[in-house]
Nanobody, 119 residues
Framework: QVQLVESGGGLVQAGGSLRLSCVASGRIFSMNAMGWYRQVPGKEREWVAKIGHGGTTKYADSVKGRFIISRDNAKNTVYLQMNSLKPDDTAVYYC?????????????WGQGTQVTVSS
């Protein structure tokens, strides 16, 4: 089992920044990738970004150039730095871990953290 705990969500004005954190515990050595999804009520969960154990990253087109994903393996923590936020970024953000980087669909999930961007 892997446990994921997110933090860092909140309310921010458009154009502002937030940094989300996700601390992992448990059998994390089996996870080759971690990342973030987001979900708006009434819509499907949307993949945002992922990072491999060695640091390889990939982003959804909607956040490319604005969001940066990183990880601190010593702290078992993944970060999502969100810059130039837009009202469309408003969602619950979920941290996910998967044993596959290329088929990253989330074997384990955090509880979610709300991000609200006001116009």
């Amino acid at each position: 089992q892997v446990q994921l705990v997110e933090s860092g969500g909140g309310l921010v004005q458009a154009g502002g920044s937030l940094r989300l954190s996700c601390v992992a515990s448990g059998r994390i050595f089996s996870m080759n990738a971690m990342g973030w999804y987001r979900q708006v009520p009434g819509k499907e969960r949307e993949w945002v970004a992922k990072i491999g154990h060695g640091g390889t990253t990939k982003y959804a087109d909607s956040v490319k150039g604005r969001f940066i994903i990183s990880r601190d393996n010593a702290k078992n923590t993944v970060y999502l730095q969100m810059n130039s936020l837009k009202p469309d970024d408003t969602a619950v953000y979920y941290c996910a871990a998967d044993d596959s980087y290329y088929y990253f669909e989330g074997d384990y999930w955090g509880q979610g953290t709300q991000v609200t961007v006001s116009s």
